[in-house]
């Protein structure tokens, strides 16, 4: 038996070991896992970690569980500081100002705007109303 027969007997027809893909998985994992931590990712945790079934099971880890929520803390306040460094009062009045003119604009007076419209105008603008409403919310 040559190495091309035994390769496709053992490695169920060639499905097995290959270097080329191991190597490009490698490459995706590592490229995946220095890709810095999102919200979402510390809450899908957090989700996974601190649940009736863990806590059922045995595997309930509180103090894996406390550091993810202070992981979590420390993301929102950083996140908040960036916010409120990014959207002083005079920033806000001048978006609030554009973004009051362009509805005028695009609605006809109306009010309503498509919400493919809006979300295509939130994507060039780099922010959405939600900011906005936020920072008007927390000048006035």
């Known amino acids: 038996m040559d190495a091309k027969q035994y390769d496709d ?3 169920e027809g060639g499905e097995g070991y290959n270097p080329i893909r191991a190597e490009r998985e490698r490459k995706e994992h590592d490229a995946i896992n220095s890709m810095p931590r999102t919200r979402d990712d510390i809450m899908t945790d957090i989700e996974r970690l601190d ?4 806590r059922e099971s045995g595997t309930y880890d509180a103090q894996r569980v406390a550091v993810l929520k202070q992981e979590l803390a420390d993301f929102d306040s950083t996140a908040e500081l960036e916010f409120c460094a990014e959207w002083t009062a005079d920033v806000t009045a001048a978006r609030r100002a554009e ?4 509805v005028k604009r695009t609605s006809n ?6 919400s493919p419209v809006l979300m295509r105008k939130q ?7 939600d900011q906005l409403k936020k920072a008007v919310a927390m000048y006035k």
């Open 9 to 11: 007997i053992v490695n």
């Open 99 to 102: 973004w009051n003119e362009w």
């Open 123 to 129: 994507g060039q603008q780099g922010w959405t109303i």
């Open 51 to 54: 649940n009736s079934i863990a």
């Open 109 to 114: 007076g109306t009010g309503r705007i498509d």
